[in-house]
């Protein structure tokens, strides 16, 4: 997604954000953002939204009313519209009716080519217009062919200008049905939020746990992301997402979640480490500290990640695949 962006000619990107610090470092950190800023209000988001405008044109996506006075600073304010709160979207001057940021990207080459086309059509109706009026003004067309002549110039105008409703051959795709894909792996995300949830609660309570039931509890998660999460990823990753990418089109469209596997695999990893050096009688005080930071970390990114999948799987699934991208 962020890469996505990148390519469409966005240099930098900053994530503004009310959330825990570490929840934001874990999310930011997995789709690769420039800056973090988290804990902040609707007022700081305008006050960032200002910063930024200071070195260039800035966009600003937003879906919450939180987003709105954010989205009205902005050079360009972008409301995720499929599931944001009106506030937003009439604060913004661009809506996007999917939830899916890689389609800023589609947009702005959408927008890059429909004025290409109208400045072309501009500028050859322009030139033929002013070629037939010479050939009037030295009597070599006359009156009756010059009216007929404009008009056909009109035509060619308003037809060249029409290329634009035909989209990118980018962005076109076939329709196709795609009920079934990833049925497997959404009963496995409905199976394993118990276990997201225990992730939070073991990371609210660790320090009321006895040292005992404290590793008890550690070894049991560590059991569930070494033994069905990696495994969980690394399947749908080569069974699943090749599908989804071909049906959703546009440009990397699972980039942001295959960056979220990697960066699950690499919290799970360290989450072992630190269960690894745990002494026998328990963590410590020091070692609480690291441990809730891995696991609100975990908790934050998966329960992103789940939602990313579901809204791509559902939206696959209700055959919400346009022929063009759809925005507005």
């Known amino acids: 997604m962020i890469r996505t962006l990148r390519r469409a000619g966005i240099r930098r990107v ?4 009310g959330d825990h610090p570490d929840v934001a470092e874990s999310v930011g950190i997995s789709i690769g953002v420039d800056r973090i800023m988290s804990e902040r209000d609707p007022a700081d988001k305008v006050d960032a939204v200002v910063a930024e405008r200071e ?24 409301a995720m519209g499929a599931r944001g709160a009106t506030a937003s979207s009439e604060a913004a001057d661009v809506v996007l009716v999917v ?19 109208a400045v072309q059509s501009v500028l050859v109706g322009m030139g ?10 030295f009597g070599l067309l006359v009156p009756v062919a010059g009216a007929v ?22 962005t076109r795709r076939r329709r196709t049905s795609g009920s079934d894909v990833g049925e497997r792996f959404r009963a496995e995300h409905k199976e394993f939020m118990p276990w997201l949830q225990r992730i939070r609660t073991t ?13 008890g509890e550690l070894d049991q998660l560590r059991w569930f992301v070494q033994e069905r999460l990696v495994r969980h990823e690394q399947e ?21 979640m295959e960056r979220a596997h990697m960066e699950i695999e690499h919290l799970t990893r360290v989450f072992v480490h630190l269960l690894e050096d745990l002494p026998p009688e328990g963590p410590t005080v020091e070692d609480m500290v690291d441990l809730r930071r891995v696991l609100y ?9 789940f939602a990313q999948e579901e809204e791509a799987y559902s939206w696959i699934a209700a055959d919400h695949a346009p022929e063009d991208a759809r925005v507005g």
Not at 14 to 17: C, D, F
Not at 297 to 305: C, E, P, Q, Y
Request: no cysteine.
């Open 14 to 17: 900053v994530m503004v954000t």
């Open 55 to 78: 070195s260039g044109v800035t966009i600003m996506v937003g879906d919450g009313v939180n987003d709105a006075p954010a989205l009205a600073a902005a050079d360009v304010g972008v």
């Open 99 to 117: 939830d899916r940021l890689d389609r800023l990207a589609e947009a702005m080459r959408i927008a890059r080519r429909s004025r290409g086309i």
């Open 128 to 137: 033929l217009s002013i070629g037939a009026m010479m050939f009037g003004a």
């Open 149 to 170: 002549v404009q008009e056909a110039i009109d035509v060619a105008a308003i037809l060249n200008a029409l290329r634009a409703l035909a989209g990118d051959r980018v």
């Open 203 to 215: 990371a609210d309570r660790l320090d009321t746990y006895e040292p005992i039931e404290a590793l």
């Open 236 to 256: 749908e990753e080569a069974a699943v997402y090749p599908v989804v990418a071909k049906l959703m089109g546009g440009e990397d469209p699972m980039g942001t």
């Open 297 to 305: 970390g975990l908790h934050a990114i998966l329960r992103l990640h």
